[in-house]
């Protein structure tokens, strides 16, 4: 098993920047591949970035792309992802996932291809 952890989130206005962490413990050899996801009230869950074991593949939502930065420290059991120029429309909860999956071709953005999830964050950006 897997526990994710995630913690960053809180209240930022439009334009800022945060940095969400996720933490993972118990078996992390199971953390092959990591991605974020997003869900706001009355919405699918979506796609945010991913990253592969050693961090040098990386991919990102076109909603996100230029402005976030997925990376991982395996040292420390932990993913971030940062985050820039922030809108209103990037309010949700943000939620890590975990897969013992290789990163490869593109399964990786769909929900439900991850064993494992986060309890989530919620980001609200807002003035």
């Known amino acids: 098993q897997v526990q994710l952890v995630e913690s960053g989130g809180g209240l930022v206005q439009p334009g800022g920047s945060l940095r969400l962490s996720c933490t993972a413990s118990?078996?992390?050899?199971?953390?092959?591949?990591m991605g974020w996801f997003r869900q706001a009230p009355g919405t699918e869950r979506e796609f945010v970035a991913a990253?592969?074991?050693?961090?040098?593949?990386?991919d990102y939502a076109d909603s996100v792309k230029g402005r976030s930065t997925i990376s991982r420290d395996n040292a420390k059991n932990t993913m971030y992802l940062r985050m820039n120029s922030l809108k209103a429309e990037d309010t949700a909860d943000y939620y890590c996932?975990?897969?013992?999956?290789?990163?490869?071709?593109?399964?990786?953005?769909?929900?439900?291809?991850?064993?494992?999830w986060g309890q989530g964050t919620q980001v609200t950006v807002s003035s």
């Open positions: 996932a975990a897969s013992g999956r290789i990163y490869s071709g593109n399964w990786y953005r769909r929900h439900s291809e991850y064993g494992y």
């Open positions: 118990g078996q992390t050899f199971s953390t092959s591949t």
């Open positions: 990253i592969s074991w050693g961090g040098g593949i990386t």
